[in-house]
């Protein structure tokens, strides 16, 4: 892929980023006049079976005083530039495990067999989450997104999702896997968009089957969590860590509906190295494939930016100063503090503390402007 980002040509960052963040750096970073050319699929939002879509409680007034109190100033295209920066020195983050690269072709070929796919997003991370290959896998298959662990973002991050996929014209539904909220508006939405299946088959003097839905998604985003909140039952493994569900397996809800849940598929190279680190922050990826101590680091350089964080709170939890430039230094700061200078320890907890949502229940993308 190349990109042409304020008329320099810059294939190394192109290859790196994906449709979405090109978009979001070109359209911060350049004059409009400026050109940016991307010559590689597109990432999944804009091939998505229009459908509707819509905001949380259904207030659209809500939602304008909602961000109006969120500081507008922040710019996240300035922390995604930042963020492509400070990956590149690190190690490339890749996972590809054997159970993943085993299901990854009986996926495809089931896929070919459903009414219709549901997509779960870690809704931290909608476009980390979203699969390269998702759009060609799934063509014109009916699909519904699914931005799972909306209990783990701010009200005004789920506003700006809902606004943004409600803007592109695509279903989504927010859910919490855990307690089980969204679960009932998703088998619905599933029913109703497969239902013409069985009229169809009424026609020809069939007799009606279960519409057929298939879960996929990236590691630990809730797939597996989300059967079991809707069956009432705990039909399907599931763990907080990634690479639970290792095999294929249907499961019959009611008479009418069955749902496939499937191991968390990842491509086999991960070109976005932001997203990577983002995938490690949020332990949708397995953990030894990166370094602990690096996306801690990271992560108090994000969060240090981030307005709803920033170093005070980093300052109020450990007591560390810090202007959020060097963040190998906070961890070992925080190393010596507690640990006994075990910078791995030090970066565990800073990792495990923001996956408890103790610096605030915070997404860590926004949307495309
Ligand atoms: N806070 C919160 N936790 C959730 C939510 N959904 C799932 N979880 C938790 O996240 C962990 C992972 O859930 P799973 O259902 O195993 O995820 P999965 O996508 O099936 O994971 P793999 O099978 O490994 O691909 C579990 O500990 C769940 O309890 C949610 O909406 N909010
Ligand atoms: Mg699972």
Not at 110 to 129: F, N, W
Not at 203 to 224: E, H, T
Not at 256 to 284: T, V
């Amino acid at each position: 892929m190349t990109a042409q980002l304020c008329g320099l040509w810059l294939d190394s960052l192109a290859g790196t980023l994906t449709g979405e963040s090109l978009h979001r750096l070109s359209s911060r970073h350049c004059p409009p006049s400026a050109s940016l050319t991307v010559a590689r699929q597109s990432t999944s939002s804009s091939s998505i079976q229009i459908v509707g879509g819509g905001f949380y409680g259904n207030e659209r007034s809500k939602l304008s005083s909602t961000l109006e109190s969120v500081p507008e100033e922040f710019d996240w295209i300035d922390l995604e530039a930042d963020l492509y920066h400070w990956t590149k020195t690190l190690r490339p983050v890749q996972w590809y495990p054997g159970h993943v690269a085993k299901t990854e072709k009986e996926l495809k070929d089931q896929l070919k067999l459903m009414d219709v796919v549901i997509e779960v997003r870690d809704a931290r991370i909608p476009m980390s989450t979203s699969h390269p290959q998702m759009d060609s896998w799934l063509g014109n298959r009916k699909r519904i997104i699914v931005l799972n662990r909306e209990d783990m973002i701010s009200t005004a991050d789920r506003n700006t999702w809902a606004s943004y996929y409600a803007r592109q014209g695509t279903r989504v539904v927010f859910s919490n896997g855990k307690l089980g909220m969204g679960t009932l508006k998703l088998s619905r939405l599933a029913k109703s968009l497969a239902g013409g299946v069985n009229e169809k088959r009424r026609a020809k003097g069939l007799l009606p089957r279960p519409v057929r839905a298939g879960i996929v998604g990236y590691p630990n985003v809730g797939k597996s969590s989300l059967i079991n909140r809707l069956l009432k039952r705990r039909m399907c493994p599931a763990a907080p860590r990634p690479g639970v569900t290792r095999e294929l397996k249907w499961v019959r809800f009611g008479t009418d509906l069955e749902f496939l849940d499937s191991p968390g598929i990842i491509p086999m190279r991960i070109n976005d190295q932001s997203a990577a680190i983002k995938l490690a922050i949020c332990d949708d990826i397995g953990e030894r494939s990166y370094d602990v101590s690096d996306v801690a680091a990271i992560l108090v350089q994000m969060l240090s930016r981030l307005p709803t964080v920033g170093n005070k709170a980093l300052h109020d939890r450990y007591k560390i100063d810090t202007d959020g430039r060097v963040g190998q230094i906070f961890v070992q700061k925080l190393a010596l503090q507690l640990f006994n200078g075990d910078s791995h320890q030090a970066a565990f907890r800073i990792l495990s503390d923001f996956r408890k949502g103790r610096f605030g229940w915070v997404a860590l993308e926004r949307p495309p402007k």
